[in-house]
């Protein structure tokens, strides 16, 4: 049973255009959710993290937006550049209270900026 | 951002022998790192939890007399196959924990068994 889904296994966006990254969850119990960008044969580079007491958190060109009732975040990048053609990984966490816990990936996004 | 190191970066062993994996967190001190797997095409699926200074916790599935783990200091933690076999090939990622919040990943170790 996935607990962390990205339903698009791929996305093609134009450079300089906002790219959207989604993220469904079934697990009432994360508390903190997380995005990173990965190449192949290199581990994932942290972008942005979330808590669940937040709904939007912005870095730069990033922002994870966090919807709690419909169990859904998004990543937005603006404006795209052909540098941010990668695979995204959404995460998410619980937190057990003896420590934190490893987190469930999605089985992430390959995100492809066209020039 | 935080810095976590991994050795080696691949490595080709011969079926039945061990293979030890290092993981360190060069400028911080990580109370808690993890470990994970990564089969072609497939998301990284957590193996372990590896606490300094306590025994290791297996997700579900994952035999812990084939994957030792040691968690020797606050920043070096090690991750032994023992006895691999050709299914053990993979990509191993470690994480380590800033605090509770983010984790910061090593850049993977490539296992080819034969």
């Known amino acids: 049973d996935q607990q962390v889904k990205q339903n698009s296994p791929s996305l093609s966006v134009q450079e300089g255009r906002i790219s959207i990254l989604n993220c469904d969850y079934t697990n009432s119990m994360f508390d903190y959710f997380l995005w990173y960008k990965k190449y192949p044969a290199e581990g994932p580079t942290f972008l942005i993290s979330?808590?669940?007491?937040?709904d939007k958190n912005e870095d730069g060109r990033f922002t994870v937006f966090l919807n709690k009732s419909a169990k859904h975040l998004s990543l937005h990048i603006v404006p795209s550049q052909p540098g941010d053609s990668a695979v995204y990984f959404c995460?998410?966490?619980?937190?057990?209270?003896?420590?934190?816990?490893?987190?469930?990936f999605g089985k992430g996004t390959h995100l492809i900026i066209q020039p | 951002g935080a810095v976590v190191s991994q050795h080696p970066s691949r490595v080709i062993c011969k079926s039945g022998t061990s293979v030890k994996i290092e993981c360190r967190s060069l400028d911080f001190q990580a109370t808690t790192m993890f470990w994970y797997r990564q089969f072609p095409k497939q998301s990284l699926m957590l193996m372990a939890t590896?606490?300094?200074?306590?025994?290791?916790?297996?997700e579900q599935g994952v035999e812990k007399d084939k994957f030792l783990i040691n968690h020797a200091s606050l920043t070096l933690s090690t991750l032994t196959v023992t006895s691999a076999h050709p299914e053990d090939s993979s990509f191993y990622i470690c994480?380590?924990?800033?605090?509770?919040?983010?984790?910061?990943f090593g850049p993977g170790t490539r296992l080819l068994v034969l």
């Open positions: 590896s606490n300094e200074g306590s025994k290791a916790t297996y």
């Open positions: 979330i808590s669940s007491i937040k």
């Open positions: 994480s380590a924990d800033t605090e509770g919040e983010t984790q910061y």
């Open positions: 995460a998410a966490r619980t937190y057990s209270g003896g420590g934190a816990d490893g987190l469930t």
